[in-house]
C-alpha cells in the first residue's frame, strides 16, 4: 500500500521559514516524480514545485521561484519542499504527489498518488 505522509506545516510569521517533508512507503521511491501542490481556502489546487525521479530537475510556480526549494532523498525516500520569506498569500494545505515519470509533471491530474496534506498559515 502506497502512504505519502507529509510534516513540517505550522504557524510562521511573515518573512519566516518552514521545511516541509513527504515521507513515502509502499513504491519504489526514486522511479516516481514528486510534486507539491497547495489549496488555499476556496481556491483550487495549485501546482507549487516538482522534481524529477534523480533530483536533478526541478520546476516551480512563478510565485514560489526564488523562495522556495525542492529536494530530495532517493536513500530516505523523502522529498522535501523548503519554503522561505514566506507570506500570507502563501497559506494553504500542501499536498505531495507522486507520478511515475521521466520528466515533470505540473498538473495535478497526472499525479497517481497524494498524501493527505499539512496545513501553512503564514500570519501578516
Known amino acids: 500500500q502506497v502512504r505519502l505522509v507529509e510534516s513540517g506545516g505550522g504557524l510562521v510569521q511573515a518573512g519566516g521559514s518552514l521545511r516541509l517533508s513527504c515521507a513515502a512507503a509502499?513504491?519504489?521511491?526514486?522511479?516516481?516524480?514528486m510534486g507539491w501542490f497547495r489549496q488555499a481556502p476556496g481556491k483550487e489546487r495549485e501546482f507549487v514545485a516538482a522534481?524529477?525521479?534523480?533530483?536533478?530537475?526541478?520546476r516551480y510556480t512563478d510565485s514560489a521561484k526564488g523562495r522556495f526549494t525542492v529536494y530530495r532523498d532517493n536513500a530516505k525516500n523523502t522529498v522535501y519542499l523548503q519554503m522561505d520569506s514566506l507570506n500570507s498569500e502563501d497559506t494553504a494545505i500542501y499536498y505531495c504527489?507522486?507520478?511515475?515519470?521521466?520528466?515533470?509533471?505540473?498538473?495535478?491530474?497526472?499525479?497517481?498518488?497524494w498524501g493527505q496534506g499539512t496545513q501553512v498559515t503564514v500570519s501578516s
Open positions: 504527489a507522486a507520478v511515475v515519470t521521466w520528466t515533470i509533471e505540473t498538473m495535478s491530474s497526472a499525479y497517481r498518488y
Open positions: 522534481i524529477s525521479r534523480g533530483g536533478v530537475t526541478t
Open positions: 509502499g513504491l519504489t521511491f526514486s522511479s516516481y516524480g
